[in-house]
């Protein structure tokens, strides 16, 4: 069982940035496909960023490419998401997820993050 156990998120005004820390207790974490997902109340939850294991393959939701960044540290069995010019609109609860087959924009991850708020408001 692999727990994921998340951090960062909060308030910010339009503009600002953010940062999300996802810390898995897995030492083979870096052999995961892992993503970030966020859902909005009343809508489903939505993939925004993934990479599969060896950093090959990256997805972007086109709502947040070129203003997120997805990376991971191997050595801290950690995922980031650098969020940059946040707007209302990505206001969210945001989940990591990690998997070692499943990977891209599907839910079918194994394992999932306990969700974070991120509110983007002036």
């Known amino acids: 069982q692999v727990h994921l156990v998340q951090s960062g998120g909060g308030l910010v005004q339009p503009g600002g940035s953010l940062r999300l820390s996802c810390v898995a207790s897995e030492r083979t974490f870096s052999n995961y496909n892992v993503a970030w997902f966020r859902q909005i109340p009343g809508k489903e939850r939505e993939c925004a960023a993934a990479?599969?294991?060896?950093?090959?393959?990256?997805y972007y939701h086109d709502s947040v490419r070129g203003r997120f960044t997805l990376s991971r540290d191997n050595a801290k069995n950690t995922l980031y998401l650098q969020m940059n010019s946040l707007n209302p609109e990505d206001t969210a609860v945001y989940y990591c997820?990690?998997?070692?087959?499943?990977?891209?924009?599907?839910?079918?991850?194994?394992?999932w993050g306990q969700g974070t708020q991120v509110t983007v408001s002036s």
């Open positions: 997820a990690a998997d070692p087959f499943q990977h891209g924009t599907e839910l079918a991850y194994r394992y």
């Open positions: 990479m599969n294991w060896n950093d090959e393959r990256i």
